[in-house]
């Protein structure tokens, strides 16, 4: 038949098409069947063989065919995005993964040769909350349906990417045929994410970590489907950042090479953005932030007072809103972290010309912690920032905070039900079960975390963001930081993107424990430097011989 030029008509004859030729597949509202042998992991054996998918879709069903992908495979885009770079560079990306195995073979017929991403907005603005559902069709073609294609349908081309994450899970490579191949088809995934923030954060000040390390980083988070990484640059043992305004910040670094400059910054930035994932800025204040001072040593208080920084000088805010100021033209994520925790305000009183400041100016240092975050709020929100502080500031003034504060969790449990029980906004990194640097923490406990955990009220449970995890580097570089960080990451960015009806984690092992291990694997398989799924402790290497599957 003819096939309209409406891509949403388009869509509508395949989805009727698919729903037609699925009536007697299977539906599955809980994850895809498990193996019980290690043998079962090589799904090149017959076509009824599981096929994996983390993090797992809403919704999908699926057939019993084997299909073949032709490593030629070609793109087409329509809808109302026109010509996207984000989607062909995605495209291209994805094929390498795809065929990294194959050669094209003669006198072969693949079923499938061509990938048709439909896109309805030609907004590509990368925004907390851009549209990132998708549908995936794909099945064999026949006199009823295009030939031989994949159709991912998405609102954005956020979603496209999505879609194109988990084309690209289905696809097997069979060693025995050299072919890329695809079970269980026909397929049809409709999915979106639970949770708008996804994030992961990064501390590049406890050790410096190359550009391309990020960029290595930044590409992982991707195959989980993370949208945000939390680049935690400066802290009170390092300022590598460049600041044009204040070029002397930098002499915080710990030395002249582990250095970014704008432009890596700026291109980091682009290159997650390419992959669907916002980059979140951090400046700590008024703690953590004794590394200012090693180029402008007026923002210690005193030589052996260094943080937090000195709050009784109008010259340490227009440092802050300096930094505020040129960091605004690299980061165009709508939310900036100003960090504001653990500080020890106790040397305020114990420098003179900070102590009379405080006498009159009628505060206690509780109090000059107070309007020290408030004041770095203020610059923030003047320069088009939504402000996120740790938790400690809604623990100590919540009353006096910017109504627009986002909380973010890390202590314990219960400050997300508290926080939106007056109204703010909360993001979920208990470091109880979320913190990446604490190897003891084992997998099923990041992947049973709950951000809404306590907070039953529908309307309360939408200001809770999402989450992240937190990979805080005093023990981290670049020779373990991506073991440190997948696969436990991998376990709560399930957590955020699915939702608990469409898994279980009431039996972790039974229901999800093959699929993670699968998943470390393909990461892999993919480059990613993930340590085995099952340690004691994370990022332990193997004590043995054995299967990427059962470690």
Request: proline content about 6%.
């Amino acid at each position: 038949m003819s096939i309209p030029s409406n891509p949403r008509k388009q869509t509508l004859l395949l989805f009727i098409f698919y729903s037609i030729l699925l009536v007697n597949s299977r539906t599955l509202p809980s994850p895809i069947s498990i193996p019980t042998d290690s043998n079962d992991f090589n799904s090149n054996s017959n076509s009824n063989s599981p096929v994996y998918l983390w993090p797992l879709p809403s919704h999908f069903t699926f057939g019993n065919q084997t299909l073949s992908i032709d490593p030629d495979i070609s793109l087409t885009v329509s809808g109302n995005v026109g010509n996207s770079l984000i989607i062909s560079d995605a495209f291209d990306r994805y094929r390498k993964i795809i065929f990294k195995h194959e050669t094209k073979l003669r006198n072969v017929a693949y079923d499938i040769g061509r990938i048709s991403v439909v896109v309805h907005s030609d907004d590509q603005e990368l925004r907390l909350g851009v549209d990132e559902s998708y549908l995936v069709l794909l099945g064999e073609g026949n006199g009823y349906a295009i030939v031989g294609e994949v159709t991912i349908e998405a609102n954005t081309v956020y979603g496209a990417l999505r879609g194109l994450e988990t084309f690209s899970q289905l696809c097997d490579f069979n060693y025995e045929t050299k072919t890329v191949q695809v079970y269980k088809a026909p397929w049809y995934i409709s999915d979106k994410p639970k949770f708008v923030y996804r994030g992961l954060m990064l501390d590049t000040s406890r050790h410096y970590l190359p550009i391309d390390i990020i960029k290595h980083v930044i590409e992982s988070m991707s195959y989980a489907k993370l949208n945000v990484l939390h680049w935690h640059i400066i802290d009170e043992e390092s300022f590598p950042l460049e600041v044009p305004t204040y070029p002397n910040l930098w002499k915080g670094a710990y030395t002249k090479w582990e250095r970014y400059t704008v432009e890596d910054a700026t291109e980091i930035v682009s290159y997650a953005k390419a992959r669907g994932i916002n980059v979140m800025a951090e400046i700590d204040v008024p703690g953590h932030a004794e590394s200012w001072g090693a180029g402008y040593p007026y923002l210690w208080p005193s030589p052996t007072c260094r943080e937090p920084l000195d709050v009784s000088k109008n010259s340490t805010f227009d440092v802050v809103s300096g930094i505020l100021t040129d960091m605004r033209k690299i980061f165009p994520f709508g939310l900036f972290h100003l960090g504001g925790d653990e500080v020890n305000t106790d040397c305020w009183n114990s420098t003179p010309h900070v102590k009379q400041w405080l006498h009159d100016h009628n505060m206690t240092t509780k109090e000059a912690y107070q309007y020290f975050v408030l004041r770095a709020q203020e610059l923030a929100i003047s320069k088009g920032w939504t402000p996120v502080n740790w938790e400690e500031t809604f623990n100590t003034f919540s009353d006096k905070l910017n109504p627009r504060t986002v909380v973010h969790n890390w202590l314990g449990p219960g400050v997300c039900p508290k926080a939106v029980a007056k109204g703010f906004k909360c993001i979920y990194s208990n470091q109880g079960v979320w913190y990446l640097d604490h190897l003891d923490i084992p997998w099923y406990e990041f992947y049973n975390a709950d951000p809404i955990e306590g907070i039953t009220d529908a309307a309360k449970q939408e200001l809770v963001l999402g989450g992240e995890v937190c990979m805080w580097s005093e023990t981290v570089d670049t020779s373990n930081v991506q073991q440190t960080i997948w696969p436990r990451a991998a376990a709560a960015a399930e957590r955020l993107w699915s939702n608990p009806e469409s898994t279980s984690v009431r039996n972790t092992t039974s229901t999800v424990l093959s699929r993670y291990q699968y998943f470390r694997c393909l990461l892999t398989r993919r480059g990613v430097q993930a340590a085995p799924a099952t340690n004691f402790y994370a990022r332990r290497a193997p004590t043995g011989p054995g299967s990427c599957y059962e470690q």
